[in-house]
């Protein structure tokens, strides 16, 4: 009676010189495959950690840290997991890409009593598809979007943004919603 082996463990066969049959490497592959799907399914693809991946670009998170630091008044703790010991995948309101892992995608932290002005850094967030900033207290003047090519929402509806609405707002070639309306901009 031959011995069966867990798929984990490899070991040469002894019939044949060491040497594995044409068939058995086919089968390993589809053992795998087959446990790395069930894997991924039962723990969810979004747990992938977005600063564990390899080659992880740390732009994103310094940025959102950034934008954190300018927040004067945040009265329902809503970033409160915005710190190091989380990747800021997990953060509130922060939504990454899957093709692009540690880019942030979406950045929903509309109705959350946040307050300060909009630091500049928001414009590094290069993958950003949806900023939603509205019925907060942020003020002072728009940050620089230009470089937010990918941004399609842009909603900042009532909240106390002051100055011109700037012009390189037309860098953002796939915007499909603007909502700047309660605010004191013109232009």
């Known amino acids: 009676m031959q011995e069966r082996l867990p798929f984990c463990a490899l070991r040469p066969s002894k019939g044949n010189g060491g040497l594995m049959s044409a068939n058995q490497p086919v089968r390993l592959t589809m053992v795998m495959l087959l446990s790395l799907s069930s894997l991924l399914i039962s723990y969810g693809v979004g747990e992938i950690c977005c600063s564990t991946v390899p080659g992880y670009n740390s732009t994103d998170l310094l940025s959102l840290l950034d934008f954190k630091r300018a927040i004067i008044s945040d009265p329902r703790q809503a970033l409160s997991s915005w710190h190091a010991g989380i990747p800021h995948c997990q953060w509130e309101g922060v939504t990454s890409s899957l093709t692009h892992p540690g880019r942030v ?20 967030l290069t993958f ?15 940050p620089p979007l230009d470089r ?21 707002i037309t860098n953002c070639s796939y915007l499909e919603t603007i909502d700047l309306s309660g605010n004191f901009l013109i232009g």
């Open 148 to 168: 937010l090519h990918k941004l399609q929402q842009l909603l900042l509806r009532d909240n106390s943004f002051q100055g011109t609405i700037p012009d390189t």
């Open 128 to 142: 950003l598809k949806i900023l939603n900033l509205t019925m907060n207290g942020f003020n002072g003047e728009l």
């Open 105 to 124: 995608t979406v950045l929903n932290l509309g109705e959350l009593s946040l307050s300060g002005p909009v630091s500049p850094s928001v414009g590094n």
